[in-house]
């Protein structure tokens, strides 16, 4: 990764969340990047950011990528972007339809035309799990979001820009994400479970820093990448983050699903399994052959979901892997 990333200017929309902030900790410490925009329209999490890191290669760039003006400004002498501005809440994209659509769609265009305006080498975009078969607007959106910037591989043509999307689950002590709710539901005495068959793909902050990193070493244009994650029950999670606090049963919310999704069915048929990662194609990508060399076709009608994943965390794997991180 430190190889590819050498003297390479880069530019992370949605900077001040989790992700962004994580990502370039690590861009800084263990790259010879020559320069780090972080993009955001929050000023008061720049300024907050900004108390945290000391680095001449990190500039703060305020603004939305809403806006194509400002995108297209921002992104001029940029060698690589990543892409992780989202509105994820999923109730308050359910409620705020238009915001979500804005935000998650046409914020991605925009990046896809300024990339390619601006002849950007890499890009690559975050998704979820919630964009494989969604049930809510925000897994739409970010379907859609998919959708755009693979095709950008096909908009830019003789353009030297390519796009490709890591799709992973769960991010464990993101903001916002499910165990920090745990631990201040357990302070009321009691936990709030949607159901208890619930299961969901779980990973760390560092691992999806690393899944991006590795990623933008390898992809060619046109890739989703899904990584081989574990899955744990719900329930498991609350138990062990809270022991001995009792959870009572809420039902499902809108848009909620009992089980994730990575890859579908029907998208079996151009995924590869790359040993730690599987990789759904692009028809013009499998069609080049690339793949064949290093990859296995999944067997047809393949899926990976959190209910049926042939990898679960155990009671001591997911401490660990809590404590290795100071999520717990």
């Avoid at 096909?154 to 916002?176: E, H």
Wanted: charged share 20%.
């Amino acid at each position: 990764m430190s190889s590819f990333l050498a003297d390479k200017r880069v530019l992370v929309t949605g900077a001040t969340g989790s992700f962004g902030k994580k990502f370039i900790e690590r861009l800084l410490s263990e790259t010879q990047v020559s320069r780090v925009v972080a993009f955001s329209r929050d000023e008061l999490k720049q300024f907050e950011m900004q108390a945290e890191f000391s680095s001449s290669k990190l500039e703060f760039v305020l603004g939305d990528v809403r806006d194509l003006s400002r995108v297209l400004q921002v992104t001029k002498d940029t060698d690589v972007i990543i892409h992780a501005a989202a509105m994820k809440q999923i109730p308050a994209a359910e409620f705020n339809p238009m915001e979500a659509i804005k935000t998650n769609i046409l914020g991605a265009e925009n990046i896809v035309n300024a990339a390619i305006a601006n002849q950007v080498e890499r890009v690559i975009a975050l998704s979820t799990d919630k964009a494989a078969n969604p049930a809510n607007l925000y897994g739409a959106t970010k379907l859609c979001s998919d959708k755009l910037m693979i095709a950008g591989n096909y908009i830019s043509k003789s353009s030297r820009t390519s796009f490709s999307v890591v799709r992973y689950g769960n991010v464990l002590g993101s903001r916002g994400s499910v165990i920090p709710f745990f631990k201040k539901s357990a302070a009321s005495g009691s936990i709030p479970i949607t159901d208890l068959r619930m299961t969901r793909f779980w990973l760390t902050l560092n691992q999806g820093v690393t899944l991006v990193l590795n990623a933008l070493e390898n992809m060619h244009g046109g890739e989703i990448f899904v990584p081989k994650i574990p899955s744990f029950k719900v329930t498991d999670v609350a138990r062990l983050v809270a022991p001995g606090i009792p959870t009572y049963v809420i039902g499902i919310r809108p848009g909620e699903k009992l089980h994730e999704i990575m890859i579908t069915e029907d998208d079996s048929h151009v995924t590869v399994d790359c040993g730690e990662y599987y990789v759904i194609l692009s028809p013009k990508l499998k069609a080049s052959g690339m793949y064949s060399e290093f990859s296995n076709p999944v067997p047809e009608g393949f899926t990976f979901r959190s209910d049926t994943n042939a990898q679960w965390f155990d009671d001591e794997s997911f401490l660990t892997l809590l404590r290795e991180n100071n999520i717990l």
